[in-house]
């Protein structure tokens, strides 16, 4: 079983910056790939950021230039630096593993840009 955990978010106005965190514990061995993922009211969740096993990434085409993914040097957290944030960041950020032995997720972490 493998255990998320996200933090780092918050209210913050347009233009400030917010730098996310997903810790995780458990059998994380052989892990294909760490996402953030995100959801607003009424829209389905989508993909932000992937950082995979070797030095793949992909963003969103919404966050580029303007989110960075990167993850800790044992490979068991994942962070998302989120500057430039945008009233349309607003959402609940969610934290996301694979692995051969399952799809993980967080319990999530809320992003509200307003003045």
């Known amino acids: 079983q493998v255990q998320l955990v996200e933090s780092g978010g918050g209210l913050v106005e347009p233009g400030g910056s917010l730098r996310l965190s997903c810790t995780t514990s458990g059998r994380i061995s052989g892990v294909y790939g760490m996402s953030w993922y995100r959801q607003a009211p009424d829209k389905e969740r989508e993909l932000v950021a992937l950082?995979?096993?070797?030095?793949?990434?992909e963003y969103a085409d919404f966050v580029k230039g303007r989110f960075t993914i990167s993850r800790n040097k044992a490979g068991n957290a994942v962070y998302l630096q989120m500057n430039d944030l945008k009233p349309e960041d607003t959402a609940i950020y969610y934290c996301?593993?694979?692995?051969?032995?399952?799809?993980?997720w967080g319990q999530g972490t809320q992003v509200t840009v307003s003045p």
């Open positions: 950082i995979g096993s070797g030095t793949r990434l």
């Open positions: 996301n593993l694979v692995n051969p032995w399952g799809n993980y």
